[in-house]
């Protein structure tokens, strides 16, 4: 049995602590989760009972979604193993076909095998704490009728083609082809150095430092506080970030944008125009949400408004004064030209 | 109609107290391909970077088409075209608004068919709406050179521009200067390393040395340098050990 004992190899040869850790942690978390669905069974019986009663009244749906599940997944990895089978050192082996199809089939149904060890764990210790608490068989059918789902599923995904395999993708640069007729000529225009700043805003964005920025201000809620608020307030100062991130934004793309553009015939108001106007608008979106923010916290209509407009004075100055230190930085190195 | 593409005249440059160029004086006239040659450090650059408006010079006057870059900025840059180094493109931006920016500087309404077809030839119209930050190092010098044609230069100015060209690519882009500088009396500069694009190509050639112009090749002495099969390489050298740099 090369093939299957290939992939046995394969996992055998594995490291060893990670071995027993495919092999225990299951077992482990099975057994806490036998016993948390004990307790939880234990202390709310007819609350459990409901639960269980509405997922057997679902039981099509549960093995339906099971079935497509458990299809999708033999059928990825059976084009998988198939591109990678002309290349595997089984190959070469001399194999007649009927057993090298049962084999390469048992390979290829591993996700199915996996969705019912997943249903099984999930069901069987469900059903076991069930029946010692409630004496109820509900589970049991439902487990019955998903594993059913995922049967069905693993063979109907022998009836679907296998993906096509492309031998070099459509774009590739080593690929000679004639122009697309369809590409559009680019057309004279600045309003494109309107987005960069926006874009930069974005791209500064990082999750990480999202999630550097947001940890504090969590942490900094006080105990007790509601959830709204603390949404609000996030909502807050997301906005206040945003002109934050704009304003240096705006300053670190007019720097960049002079030294690219230097060599052309464009004035520095012309450029000021395009690049400032867009970052302005954009701030007086984010200073207008945070207004409205304000608001929702409690605060009265025209204290909410003033705080608005004071980020959006404050964000402006530093904008445009930031920009003009750039030009002059700029124009002082070309000589007095931009 | 100005007789020439480019007149430096008695230039000086320097970064602070340190002088990068001394007197340097050329007159480009056009369909003229010119080569700037000379070792590492010795002013290339800065001499590019004052013909281009980037940096201010010590002294001396540039005229770009007869325009005196100080004095007609506007019109001088519009006769200019120059390749940026590809860490300068701007990396937000996609191919097409590159393209769109240079022609709304220059003041044209669309991009030259010429320069579109030589995208075309170049392989470079699939990455059109691509964002330069994910462009390669060769499909962004690309870009940097097809937009420095945007607007039918008069003087076009190209910084080691071959570099990270693919071979296709580099035979196309010098037969499309080549049309150009016959075609629609461009003069063209280039500073770079390769000898054998100067051997090949160039009408006019010059060596710089420690900021100062040492030795100029005309053209009849650059087809002489290509028939007796000497070549740039031993010119270059002979010219090196007679004028080492520092002496």
Excluded at chain 1, 47 to 65: G, M, P, Q
Excluded at chain 2, 55 to 62: D, N, T, Y
Excluded at chain 2, 162 to 172: C, E, K, Q, R, Y
Aim: aromatic residues 8%.
């Amino acid at each position: 049995m090369p093939v299957l004992l290939t992939a046995y190899l394969v996992w055998r040869n594995r490291d060893p602590q990670r071995r027993r850790i495919e092999i225990f942690l299951p077992l482990a978390l099975f057994f806490a989760w036998v016993a948390a669905a004990s307790l939880y069974v234990r202390a709310d019986r007819a609350a459990v009972a409901s639960t269980l009663e509405w997922f057997h009244r679902h039981d099509l749906f549960w093995s339906t979604i099971t079935a497509i599940v458990s299809a999708v997944l033999v059928s990825r990895r059976r084009a998988l193993i198939r591109s990678e089978a002309p290349r595997a050192w089984t190959a070469v082996l001399p194999m007649d076909r009927a057993r090298a199809r049962w084999q390469a089939m048992a390979v290829e149904s591993v996700p199915a095998v996996a969705l019912l060890g997943m249903l099984a764990f999930i069901f069987g210790g469900l059903s076991a704490a069930v029946f010692l608490e409630a004496r109820t068989s509900a589970p049991l059918i439902t487990w019955a009728s998903t594993t059913c789902g995922a049967l069905i599923g693993a063979a109907l995904s022998y009836l679907l083609r296998p993906p096509r395999q492309a031998e070099v993708y459509e774009d590739s640069r080593y690929v000679p082809r004639r122009r697309r007729a369809e590409t559009p000529i680019p057309i004279g225009s600045l309003s494109a150095l309107g987005s960069w700043p926006l874009r930069q805003m974005f791209a500064s964005a990082k999750p990480r430092t999202l999630a550097r920025v947001l940890v504090p201000i969590l942490l900094a809620v006080p105990l007790g506080s509601q959830a709204a608020d603390v949404m609000v307030t996030i909502g807050l100062l997301t906005a206040l970030g945003a002109v934050a991130a704009l304003v240096a934004a705006v300053i670190s793309v007019s720097a960049r944008a002079l030294r690219w553009l230097n060599p052309l015939p464009l004035e520095p108001a012309q450029l000021a125009r395009r690049m400032l106007v867009p970052a302005l608008a954009s701030m007086l979106v984010a200073t207008a949400i945070e207004s409205w923010l304000i608001w929702v916290l409690g605060s009265p209509v025209m204290r909410s408004i003033a705080a608005g407009v004071l980020t959006l004075t404050v964000g402006a100055i530093l904008t445009v004064f930031g920009f003009l230190i750039v030009l002059r930085a700029n124009s002082s190195a070309a000589g007095g030209r931009l | 109609m100005a007789d020439f593409n480019l007149e430096v005249r008695n230039l000086g440059a320097a970064y602070g107290r340190h002088v990068v160029l001394k007197d340097v004086s050329l007159r480009l006239p056009a369909g003229e391909w010119f080569a700037l040659m000379g070792p590492n450090g010795c002013g290339k650059s800065t001499l590019l970077d004052c013909i281009v408006g980037k940096l201010a010079p010590l002294s001396g006057q540039i005229r770009i088409a007869g325009h005196p870059l100080l004095t007609d900025s506007a019109n001088a840059r519009r006769a200019l075209g120059y390749a940026c180094a590809p860490d300068r493109l701007p990396p937000l931006l996609t191919a097409r608004q590159c393209f769109e920016v240079h022609a709304g500087a220059k003041g044209q309404p669309t991009i030259d068919d010429t320069v579109m077809a030589l995208a075309d030839e170049l392989k470079f119209l699939p990455y059109l709406e691509s964002f330069v930050d994910t462009l390669s190092l060769g499909t962004r010098q690309k870009l940097a050179v097809l937009l420095c044609l945007v607007g039918d230069p008069k003087l076009i100015v190209l910084d080691e521009a071959f570099n990270g060209l693919d071979p296709a690519s580099s035979l196309a882009l010098k037969r499309h200067l080549q049309w150009r500088l016959k075609n629609r009396g461009a003069t063209l500069i280039l500073a770079t390393h390769a000898l054998d694009i100067v051997e090949r190509y160039a009408d006019h050639g010059a060596l710089l040395l420690d900021g100062v112009l040492a030795r100029e090749w005309t053209k009849s002495e650059i087809e002489e340098l290509r028939r007796n099969g000497r070549g740039f390489e031993a010119a270059l050298v002979d010219d090196g050990d007679a004028n080492p740099p520092g002496s």
